[in-house]
């Protein structure tokens, strides 16, 4: 799906709003679509300005989108290591959680490094992310690779 989403993006982007490129990310829950702007605007009141030059544009794109892919579509702008989302969703995700994990919770609550467990939990996610960054992405190429052996498999199987 992710070449075919990201065609699918590409070829509705307007001209007009100078985009470099494109990053589209997404997951069974949201796509993520980073218009790049190129190093020149690497600032925030030129993020902002695109933002509101385009929001139309954006919202009119999303909605297809929202209806060909059947998931919802959030939007941001890179402008050389500046990125900025202009739209994002919060996820519900349902776990059980043992006394000792939810201390951990609350401690972060308690230490005012969180508002709620919700808030605790999103940002221990974030930290490994960020701290085990090089072993999630070699995951993520593990998943891809299956992924394209499973579409080179029997066509007989396809079907089914």
Request: glycine fraction near 6%.
């Amino acid at each position: 799906m992710h070449a075919h989403c990201e065609e699918w993006f590409a070829s509705r982007i307007p001209a007009h709003w100078g985009a470099k490129g494109l990053d589209v990310a997404f997951d069974q829950d949201e796509i993520l679509v980073i218009v790049d702007l190129g190093p020149e605007h690497a600032d925030l009141k030129s993020l902002r300005l695109f933002r509101e030059a385009t929001r139309d544009e954006r919202m009119t794109i999303a909605v297809d989108a929202e209806k060909h892919f059947e998931t919802k579509v959030s939007w941001g702008a890179r402008a050389g290591d500046l990125v900025v989302t202009f739209t994002t969703y919060s996820v519900p995700v349902m776990t059980r959680l043992r006394m000792q994990e939810r201390q951990v919770l609350d401690t972060l609550i308690n230490a005012g490094v969180a508002r709620s467990r919700s808030d605790a939990l999103a940002w221990c996610v974030r930290l490994v992310g960020e701290n085990e960054k090089e072993w999630i992405d070699a995951l993520r190429s593990a998943f891809e690779a299956v992924a394209t052996e499973r579409e080179r498999g029997p066509a007989s199987r396809r079907g089914e």
